[in-house]
């Protein structure tokens, strides 16, 4: 006789009771994982500068941060702001985020293509150098002068446009020059350049060498204050005494300049979830003090007119998503991706605690209570005999009722049914005697 097993449950009975539905959930999340609100990419291309600029150095920071958490960012190099603002709207370019001047766009053309501000990052004073004996106090005395404003992709040379525009000047007035930072230096330096102009932050090379160049002058906006009025995307910002030596006391004296901002800016089908990766990079690379600003002015949601994301808004008011304080980026992304599954399947929880448990029951005694047919059978096959079949009729059914006691004594079930097993062979013997009665 086959050994028969006893167990508190029966495994096959639960597995198909319980299976159906688990590979359902299992199937529904896998299709959540991939459908609903899919999870960001792992690779990224941002669109950063020239070789050796400012903006490059900070989009290799950038790699840095996002690379703990399994993103790569690759580094784009680009001619400046209005090539960034190129290549982020035009989506065959597959660039998704670089820097941005504030005052190279509108707010209009930015919204026409697309465009979002994660905010500005850091200053980018306008930086006028000249020779000469006399001060000059008004960009109007830089008329018919040999003047560097860069290449078009630039974003400098679009916005002293806009400052010799309310100097009643314009550029057919100058002898207009396009080299690029490092050549139009040392054109500067070997007097081929008259006036160069740049936009860049404190912390460049070309900028402190010029700022300690014997000889070179540096323009004071006097003015600074009207131009941050005419034009609301410039701040006014103080270049202090001494802050590049105070050994030799460079700068003599303040100086008082217009920036833009260098801004972060995306296509809008950026994920979400990104941006708060971005500004959290932003805080710890721009977060400090340096020349112009003060610690923790940026990132910050000013001085851009490009209209600011409202997850980046969120960043800014109450810091990064609650998740992200505790968990890993890729371990809260999917948790905050998934609530709404988790909500449906809690909302699914109760009903299925009542509908599983009665399946499984059923499954177990419906091995039992089968049997109760065939013991039915027997007796309805009896009650149907003729008195001249009866004795006949009698032998058969006995022999069938051995049968079925014989299968019914391997009827593996678990303990906590042992019950109804035991009814069941009680049942059976019940019908015996009435078969062997009724003869």
Known sequence: MPKIKFTLISTKDALI??????????????????????????????????????YERFAKQYADELAQNQITLRIHKSQGSQENLQHIADLDSKIDIGFVQSGSTTEKDAQEKGLISLGSLFY??????????????????????RVNVGPD?????RLFQ????????????????????????VAFVNEQIDVLVMSSASDS????????TPGVKLFDFVQAEAYTRRFPFLSHVVLPRGIVDMGRDIPSRDYHLISPTATLVAHESLHPALISLFL????KIHGGANWFSKQGEFPSDRYTEITVEPQAEKFYKSGPPF??????????????????????????????SKIIPPLYVWRVRSRIYRWYGQLRSVEHALDEASPEQRQQIAQQQLQRLNEIENKVNHISIPLAYAEELY?????????????QNGV
């Open 124 to 145: 980018e004073p306008i930086w006028i150098f000249y020779r000469g004996k006399k001060e000059v106090t008004s960009l109007a005395e830089f008329k018919a002068k």
């Open 162 to 185: 806009q400052l010799l525009s309310v100097n009643n000047l314009d550029e057919n007035q100058l002898e207009i020059h396009q080299l690029e930072s490092t050549p139009a230096t």
């Open 205 to 212: 090379q070309l900028i402190q060498m010029l700022l300690q």
């Open 280 to 283: 959290q990079a932003a805080k």
């Open 17 to 54: 009771a319980f299976g159906p539905i688990a590979l359902m959930i299992i199937a529904v999340i896998l299709a959540a994982y991939y459908v609903v609100d899919p999870a960001p990419g792992r690779t990224l291309d941002f669109s950063a500068g020239q070789e050796n600029s400012a």
């Open 423 to 435: 009814g069941l062979r009680s049942h059976i013997q019940f019908v015996r005697k009435r078969v």
């Open 323 to 352: 998740l992200q304080r505790y968990l890993s980026f890729w371990m809260s992304n999917f948790l905050e991706r998934m609530w709404v599954l988790f909500i449906a399947f809690g909302a699914l929880a109760l009903p299925l």
């Open 153 to 157: 992709g630039f974003g400098v040379r």
